[in-house]
């Protein structure tokens, strides 16, 4: 191709770029007029299913060559920067920046959020329990090693509900200053990342000792402190603390995913393709298992997950954590969970969400 050629091409590509501008502004402008509309109301501002409806209305439209999951990534920190301009949003999660709890947080409300690390899951419940963050985002169970039991408990004493989910795809790198294996003396992560890794460093680092951390994260900046550790951690571990990748991907199971919920004080409008969550003590009695899952399977409701976790209160007495394919505001889904409830010493609804990815129709 010619140089004139290139250059007119050029020239067409910042023409579009200045139009790309131009709408931006134009809808930054649009999204002002709705947070003035909305002044006074008690509507929240962030709707995870108005999002789901434009990220499936986009990709449904996108004709290509320019690729959906982009489109999606782009729109994502457009939302996020409009919605900065109406409040700004402050987000706790469990920190500090750079772990996967991280990477979700951003993937879930984009950069232009005010993402504020926390130290441990009961403190991400209290910021926005008291009103010092909008959301929360806080991990709740992964493919591998199951669920986070901590987050399960903390929902037992608290009103929040459960907004949104997200699912992220869990990669973990052994992580150097020198970037060579031959170099490291000792391992260093968190339980489940190490967990997670298990055969890849009794093949590759038998005899090498591996140290427990509080997060990826801590492990990375031990690693970025001392030339003889090595972190499991991620890539944007890595990059923030200036790591070299000694080995990619070295996960046991590839198809290693984390969920991770978003709290807030409201239960968000149906989307279409939803999933309620609720957690619920029963008596004991001859039976009782069967009929706390008949309500929902006479519906055909579909059920996705049930864990159980003991009470403090009392020995061999146990609370469910219950997850199901539809929205509160179902009338099937309503009338199952109040029958459910007469077999109850309690019950509470935990939320009802739009569901991560792809899913299940109700």
């Not at 999606?72 to 750079?98: D, H, N, T, Y």
């Not at 000694?246 to 198809?255: F, G, L, Q, S, Y």
């Amino acid at each position: 191709m010619s140089s004139p050629d290139l250059k007119k091409l050029r020239t067409r590509i910042d023409q579009i770029d200045d139009k790309i501008l131009d709408l931006l502004n134009s809808r930054a402008q649009v999204v002002l007029e709705v947070g003035k509309a909305k002044a006074g109301a008690s509507r929240e501002f962030y709707v995870p299913s108005r999002e789901r409806a434009i990220f499936e209305r986009l990709q449904t439209q996108n004709p290509g060559p320019f690729p959906n999951d982009s489109v999606c990534r782009v729109f994502r920190e457009i939302i996020s920067a409009s919605l900065s301009l109406e409040l700004p949003m402050k987000v706790a999660f469990l920190g500090p920046q750079s772990t996967f709890t991280h990477v979700a947080a951003m993937e879930q409300f984009g950069l232009s959020a005010q993402l504020v690390p926390q130290k441990s899951i009961p403190s991400v419940f209290e910021e926005v329990e008291r009103g010092r963050a909008y959301y929360g985002v806080v991990p709740v169970e992964n493919s591998t090693e199951g669920v986070v039991n901590h987050t399960l408990d903390m929902f037992i004493g608290s009103d929040l509900q459960v907004i949104a989910e997200v699912l992220l795809e869990i990669s973990h790198d052994l992580l150097s200053q020198s970037g060579k294996l031959e170099q490291v003396s000792k391992v260093v992560s968190h339980p489940q990342a190490l967990a997670q890794c298990r055969r890849w460093l009794e093949e590759n680092l038998p005899d090498t000792p591996q140290m427990d951390l509080a997060s990826t994260a801590a492990a990375a900046q031990m690693a970025a402190e001392d030339t003889a550790v090595a972190a499991v951690a991620s890539q944007a571990a890595a990059r923030q603390y200036g790591l070299q990748i000694v080995k990619a991907r070295i996960e046991d199971n590839p198809n290693n995913f984390t969920r991770f919920l978003v709290i807030g004080r409201k239960t968000p409008e149906p989307s279409g393709r939803d999933k309620t969550s609720i957690m619920f003590s029963v008596r004991d009695e001859p039976g009782i298992l069967y009929r706390m899952l008949e309500p929902f399977s006479k519906r055909d409701i579909n059920l996705v997950k049930i864990e159980s976790r003991p009470m403090k209160q009392k020995a061999w007495e146990y609370i469910f954590f219950l997850d199901l394919v539809g929205h509160v505001e179902d009338q099937q889904i309503a009338t199952a969970i109040e029958e459910l409830r007469g077999y109850c010493h309690f019950l509470k609804i935990l939320g009802s969400y739009p569901i991560a990815g792809p899913g299940e129709k109700e």
